[in-house]
């Protein structure tokens, strides 16, 4: 049996090694609605940029249910995805999150006027060939606490 501690183990590694995230939203006009991005995260907290006028901004104003997958497109190698909220935080919070995401990418910038997001997923999916974690390993994001 796999330890919840080991499959949020799996899910840093995976977080640290990645830059891009494509997150799924649903509730505005165009809906639903894919868009890649690029991340940081603190433990398993996500953070990024939306683009202000953007499709997703304008989902994740009416609903803010999101599903997320991270991956290099290739299935062989180890993946995540899962499902939870987010939430667009105050401008205020603009340097911590471009310091996040500069810290991780150093090439890292802005081309359209963006607002900061955190993403708190629930549920954690798995998909792990080499460790024979098909089907995915679940984490619910309640089962590990977050490290100091």
């Not at 180890?78 to 603009?94: H, I, K, M, N, W």
């Not at 460790?131 to 490290?147: H, I, Y």
């Amino acid at each position: 049996m796999v330890s919840q501690t080991e499959i949020k183990q799996v899910i840093l590694d995976i977080l640290q090694s990645n830059n891009a995230i494509t997150i799924a939203t649903t509730g505005g006009e165009y809906s639903p609605w894919v868009l890649g991005a690029y991340f940081a995260s603190n433990d398993l907290t996500i953070y990024l940029m939306l683009e202000v006028a953007g499709k997703t901004m304008a989902n994740l104003r009416k609903n803010q249910s999101v599903a997320i997958q991270i991956s290099q497109n290739d299935a062989m190698k180890d993946f995540l995805q899962a499902y939870g909220t987010a939430t667009v935080l105050p401008e205020s919070e603009r340097e911590k999150v471009m310091g996040m995401l500069q810290t991780k990418m150093p090439w890292y910038q802005l081309y359209t006027p963006c607002l900061p997001v955190r993403l708190d997923m629930k549920k954690w999916f798995v998909t792990s060939l080499s460790r024979q974690w098909l089907p995915a390993r679940v984490l619910e994001a309640e089962t590990v606490t977050a490290e100091p």
